[in-house]
């Protein structure tokens, strides 16, 4: 197990090296660069000037020189400075990282919560008018565009009811402490959470009732019944144990589309966290910043199949990797 | 005993063939069914969207708007937005870009997908290897993201939006079709075409290919609403599909300052997207029903 888990780390890394050349690669092609930041706009058209700015900043260098020295530095802890506020990138991401994975950490439970149970009831009433029921709408929960969950949720809860509010983290207006800020968070948290996990419960629930109706038909759920277990426990205990392996690699493998869903979430309902900020980073063509967010996603991403891998093969000993 | 055989005829019987067995399956999930009815009106509506509008989807008539949106009337169906511009002819014209830019963007990457996948699975060994490793990494790649900034920095086209979603959508593809290559490779049929002296290149594509085409057929349909979410969200974003293309993704970012007054603007672009993809997902349901045996009575 430890040579795995150390086999599977020392394969991630050529994997983020790739991902870092083609992400460098593109901010390179981009139009623009660092120098127009540093620019004096009164000497803005004097070529030697402009010449000196690019060599003061290393950008004469070739290519490969500047992206071994943005490399080291990047995994020195410097990722530079933001174009637009100036200050360190770290800074920015630190400011902004906590809030996206309270927001993605509360949804993947409240996905958990919901999808689940939705999986049994399913597939323990299959082909009623339950199951029916359940999987249309999961499937329907799969189509809906979450920008547009977004927009129809805002209009009824904050718009037409005022029951929550409709951007932000914080209430604006007042500053709460104690056990008032964690409410008054949770209330903004209320809407973004519930679109970025829609999605996910609607194909966990598929996911789950498809894994326990597969563990049904095994032969040791039938030597359960035959010594007699009675049917709590045969589904209770020796069903969902085994059903509920599948949805560990799902947690896993969930990471892109709750990177993704953040991005688009975050930036409609105003949630400052780092998916807002790799859309204004966009917006703004601030590329320190966008490198550092495509970098930290892709880290995201690559922890958690690898996470998804380890986890499974700890909960299913049938699984050993060597 | 004899009287309860089955009637047996002698006569030699013709075996049903395969796509009547998989239609018939097909037509027992009812949604599926609605589904590709409704998709095939789109179609036909997506071909002749010209001749259809009512108006000229970009047509402006401020006079009638008075500079905020119109709700639906006799005179435009469907209502108008602030300059006066017809819902409706605008809402047929954004369906049909993201019918065109989804169905596109997935014929691209199954194009892709079948390629390596296939490669990885005929061949084996280190060619395997090599593009597993690099399917790898295309699958650690925050897409979405680096979509965004592709479409945000550089100056997009159309035809570059489609193939940028299928370049960065065709890993599930690539390992279905692995997989199922290297299953079908042990097969006997295939050893035995091997053994007199089918080449390569024909064994692929004549008894590899057809054989895992169940399995492609199903992973495009389902592919299909990623790619139009995908769309859509990017236009949603004010980066997708660039002007002056009108799509519903866009009609939804200018619907938004609208949200309170004006519910037609935001309703139908959405229920359209919602539609489209519902459908898509309904039919590859069906499909992945009709092509599994074991479902088959």
């Known amino acids: ?322 | 005993m004899t009287e309860y055989a089955a009637p047996l005829s002698l006569e030699r019987q013709e075996p049903t063939p395969q796509w009547k067995l998989i239609l018939r399956q097909f037509r027992r999930h009812r949604l599926a069914v609605i589904s590709a009815i409704l998709l095939a009106v789109m179609l036909v509506l997506a071909v002749f969207t010209d001749v259809l509008t009512p108006y000229d989807p970009n047509a402006t008539n401020t006079a009638y708007a008075g500079g905020k949106p119109q709700p639906p009337s006799l005179e435009y169906a469907l209502g108008t937005d602030n300059y006066g511009r017809d819902y409706l002819s605008r809402a047929m014209v954004g369906a049909r870009v993201s019918l065109f830019v989804g169905v596109s963007a997935v014929v691209f990457e199954i194009l892709i997908g079948v390629s390596i996948g296939a490669a990885a699975g005929y061949f084996g060994g280190w060619v395997d290897n090599v593009l597993m490793r690099f399917t790898d990494v295309f699958l650690s790649i925050p897409g979405f993201f680096l979509l965004l900034i592709i479409s945000g920095v550089f100056e997009g086209t159309l035809l570059a939006l489609i193939i940028l979603i299928g370049a960065l959508n065709w890993m599930t593809v690539a390992r279905l079709i692995r997989a199922e290559f290297l299953s079908l490779k042990g097969r006997e049929f295939v050893l035995a075409a091997h053994c007199i002296g089918v080449p390569g290149w024909r064994l692929i594509t004549r008894h590899l290919l057809p054989n895992a085409l169940a399995p492609i057929i199903v992973a495009a349909t389902l592919s299909v609403p990623y790619a139009i979410l995908t769309e859509s969200a990017l236009s949603f974003l004010g980066l997708g599909v660039p002007p002056p293309h009108a799509s519903l993704g866009k009609m939804l970012e200018e619907a938004q300052q609208w949200l309170r007054s004006a519910w037609w603007m935001w309703v139908v672009p959405g229920v359209i997207i919602s539609t489209i993809v519902l459908a898509f997902n309904f039919i590859g349901d069906g499909l992945r029903d009709a092509f599994d045996p074991q479902l088959r009575r």
């Open chain 1, 1 to 322: 197990m430890t040579r795995y888990v150390i086999r599977r780390l020392l394969q991630a890394i050529p994997l983020l090296v790739a991902i870092s050349i083609i992400v460098f690669a593109l901010v390179e092609l981009a139009p623009g660069d660092a120098s127009q930041m540093y620019i004096d706009p009164e000497k803005g058209t004097d070529p030697e000037y402009l010449e000196r700015v690019r060599t003061s900043l290393g950008l004469d260098q070739p290519v490969t020189v500047r992206y071994v020295s943005w490399l080291t530095k990047t995994l020195e802890g410097d990722l530079g400075f933001s174009f637009r506020t100036r200050r360190p990138v770290t800074l920015e991401i630190g400011d902004r990282l906590p809030n996206t994975l309270l927001l993605g950490g509360v949804s993947l439970m409240l996905s958990l919560a919901i999808a689940i149970p939705i999986g049994i009831v399913s597939a323990l009433r299959r082909y009623t008018l339950v199951d029916y029921i359940l999987s249309t709408l999961a499937l329907v929960g799969i189509s809906l565009p979450a920008f547009w969950v977004a927009l129809l949720l805002l209009q009824v809860f904050a718009i037409q009811l005022n029951w929550l509010p409709a951007v932000g983290m914080h209430d604006v207006r007042n500053t709460y402490e104690g056990w008032a800020a964690t409410l008054d968070v949770l209330r903004h948290m209320i809407l973004p959470a519930t679109v970025l996990s829609l999605a996910q419960t609607a194909s966990w629930s598929r996911y789950q009732r498809s894994a326990l109706l597969e563990v049904l038909g095994q032969d040791y759920i039938r030597t359960a019944r035959a010594k007699g277990a009675r049917e709590r426990r045969v589904i209770g205990f020796h069903a969902l144990r085994n059903a509920l392996i599948p949805m560990i690699t799902l947690i896993g493998l969930s990471v892109p589309s709750i990177v993704t869903g953040a991005f688009i979430t975050e930036t409609i309902f105003g949630w400052p966290g780092m998916g807002r900020l790799g859309v204004e980073a966009i917006n703004g063509r601030d590329y320190p910043i966008i490198m550092a967010v495509t970098m930290l996603s892709a880290l995201l991403i690559v922890t958690g199949n690898l996470l998804a891998d380890i986890a499974y093969a700890w909960a299913d000993p049938r699984i050993r990797y060597d």
